[in-house]
């Protein structure tokens, strides 16, 4: 089992930046990627962005590209999302996610397995 909290949540302006973080515990030697996903009121869950434990594997979702950044530090078990330019559109919960092993795509909710419990991110405008 791979256990997942995230944190860094908070309430911003338009413009502002902010970083995620997601912590990883278990049995993490397992992981193959993870991923940021998120979901706004009233909408389905949708990808973010997502990397290969390892090594590369760097995907973003069109909304994001540019502006969102995904990375890790394997030694602290820990990932990240820096979201710059942030717009009232980006409001959301944003969970991370993992998975032990490969998959056909990157950007399905049921590619993952484990799933943390969700940080909120308001920007207003």
């Known amino acids: 089992q791979v256990q997942l909290v995230e944190s860094g949540g908070g309430l911003v302006q338009a413009g502002d930046s902010l970083t995620l973080s997601c912590a990883a515990s278990g049995r993490t030697f397992s992981i193959y990627a993870m991923a940021w996903f998120r979901q706004a009121p009233a909408k389905e869950r949708e990808f973010v962005a997502r990397?290969?434990?390892?090594?590369?594997?760097?995907r973003y979702a069109d909304s994001v590209k540019g502006r969102f950044t995904i990375s890790r530090d394997n030694a602290k078990n820990m990932v990240y999302l820096q979201m710059n330019s942030l717009k009232p559109e980006d409001t959301a919960v944003y969970y991370c996610?993992?998975?032990?092993?490969?998959?056909?795509?990157?950007?399905?909710?049921?590619?993952?397995?484990?799933w943390g419990q969700g940080t909120q991110v308001t920007v207003s405008s």
């Open positions: 990397l290969a434990w390892s090594a590369g594997g760097f």
């Open positions: 996610a993992a998975v032990n092993g490969p998959t056909r795509g990157y950007s399905a909710v049921s590619e993952y397995t484990y």
